[in-house]
């Protein structure tokens, strides 16, 4: 008798999640629902409301991908215009108090970069091209079925296919992002007191889409960190190539420093930042777009401890945001949730669809992968004035003091970046920064002295002076009508 699985959500955590079921059961019908029509193409939805913003796919996610699905994601992704991004060298980055990395020879972990949109459009392609027993039905998920002890489907409204308002299965994942209702679900059916934690920075994303000026196709992606050790808002911007011959500017602040929405304060905000390279950059650059600004609770930081919870129902797991949820800003979500598909793939690879405990196996799994990002998120958001969700605990000021040590390490230790990379990539678990050779560059500091210029080779600096004059020539020009 043929198994039948339903996966909450058709974004980038559902389509992962399936695509990791498929691999460890190909025979299993597996039914995607989601609550918005989804586009012919890659364009934004209502149902991702950062879609709108810079997002990173980081090394280890990528990975997480590649393992799942049978054609290479980073081959599709990159021939739909994506770009591979390496943090050794392919990058300017301004540090919150150290000054800029440097840029080695050593390529370090890629990330990918693109539009969300885009994203999702890709995997959603490679899913249903590559696995014949998968459908995605537009609907809305109303609660489970079952008790809890074991959940047997879902309840709906709104389906398409007629499927009905109760739709039976043999397990079921919540992969529904941001605005999951797993809390509420799984109290109708019995479970409650799950232990949740939440740390909101009041983090306001403003983002601008440009016209990559011409020559400067290859200029390195450029962000400029916020500052969470010197008491006032964090405030940020990053210039980041994506699909089409653009490049998705993202300015981020803190509470109390919120990027503005209008054109010629967005510009005023990047060229205030303590460097004032992403407004030099821009300043010369075609606008494409209007500045979309997204404020609320889709960049606060959310976990939700179901792996501790005394209780839970056999054949139902949650993964990605709907499990836990990070500040955007640091571009985790989308890998922790490829990491805890990978984490799903095994265990029933192992265990099989039904075995007993796997929902709780999946869920200790997905977790550890949570713990390097949320102690990453956590430790700097935590710091900025007015946020909300408590003081830092003494793990929190810990991870923090260490992690501001061994960033002002690896700006001049090749040593100390390569942990740096290796763990925000999400290659490695935390415990790389505690190598004898990081351990010792984030006591001793960096090597080499502070940069407090960008680490620019000659082609690139020609093209930061020529879109800087182009802007200056425009501004006299404008002043003198």
């Known amino acids: 008798m043929s198994q039948k699985a339903v996966v909450i959500g058709a974004g980038t955590a559902g389509l992962v999640a399936a695509a990791a079921l498929a691999r460890a059961e190909p025979a299993l019908q597996i039914l995607l629902l989601d609550r918005d029509e989804l586009p012919e193409g890659p364009e934004n939805r209502r149902g991702v409301p950062q879609g709108h913003h810079a997002h990173l796919l980081m090394a280890g996610g990528l990975a997480a991908m590649e393992s799942l699905f049978p054609d290479s994601v980073r081959d599709r992704l990159l021939s739909a215009g994506a770009h591979e991004i390496a943090l050794g060298n392919g990058m300017l980055a301004l540090t919150a108090d150290s000054g800029w990395f ?121 962000v400029v960190q916020a500052n969470p050790y010197n008491g006032r808002p964090g405030r940020s911007a990053m210039v980041l190539p994506i699909e089409g011959n653009r490049w998705m500017v993202s300015a981020g602040g803190t509470r109390g420093g919120e990027p503005p929405q209008d054109a010629q304060g967005f510009l005023e905000y990047t060229l205030g930042l303590p460097h004032p390279i992403v407004g030099h950059l821009i300043s010369g650059a075609q606008p494409l777009t209007d500045v979309v600004v997204t404020r609320g609770r889709s960049t606060s930081n959310a976990r939700r401890y179901f792996e501790k919870s005394p209780r839970w129902p056999e054949r139902f797991v949650v993964l990605g945001d709907a499990l836990t949820t990070f500040n955007p800003a640091y571009g985790q979500g989308m890998s922790v949730a490829a990491l805890g598909a990978q984490v799903l793939t095994r265990e029933v690879q192992q265990h099989g669809l039904t075995g007993p405990g796997l929902s709780r196996r999946v869920l200790r799994g997905a977790a550890r992968h949570v713990d390097t990002a949320w102690a990453t998120a956590v430790g700097m958001d935590i710091l900025y004035p007015g946020v909300l969700g408590g003081a830092p605990t003494l793990a929190d000021r ?69 879109l800087r004059k182009a802007a200056e020539r425009t501004a006299t020009s404008v002043a003198h009508s």
């Open 102 to 222: 440097r840029r080695w020879r050593w390529n370090g972990p890629h990330m990918i970069t693109c539009t969300r949109a885009l994203l999702d459009w890709v995997l959603r392609q490679a899913l249903l091209d590559s696995c014949a027993t998968i459908s995605i039905h537009r609907a809305t998920v109303e609660g489970l079925l079952g008790d809890a002890q074991r959940v047997h489907g879902v309840r709906i409204s709104g389906a398409d296919h007629d499927l009905g308002t109760e739709l039976e299965a043999d397990f079921v994942v919540d992969a529904s992002g941001r605005g999951s209702g797993s809390l509420t679900w799984l109290s109708g059916i019995g479970v409650t007191g799950v232990e949740e934690r939440k740390i909101d920075s009041g983090l306001t994303n403003a983002t601008r889409i440009y016209r990559t000026p011409e020559g400067a196709e290859s200029f390195p992606l450029t």
């Open 398 to 466: 810990v991870t923090a003091h260490y992690a501001r040590r061994l960033t002002k390490a690896a700006t001049g230790s090749y040593d100390a970046a390569a942990a740096l990379w290796d763990v925000t990539s999400l290659k490695a678990t935390p415990t790389r920064v505690l190598r004898p050779k990081a351990l010792l560059a984030g006591l001793t500091g960096p090597f080499l002295p502070r940069t407090s210029e960008p680490p620019l080779w000659p082609s690139e600096r020609e093209v930061l002076n020529r």
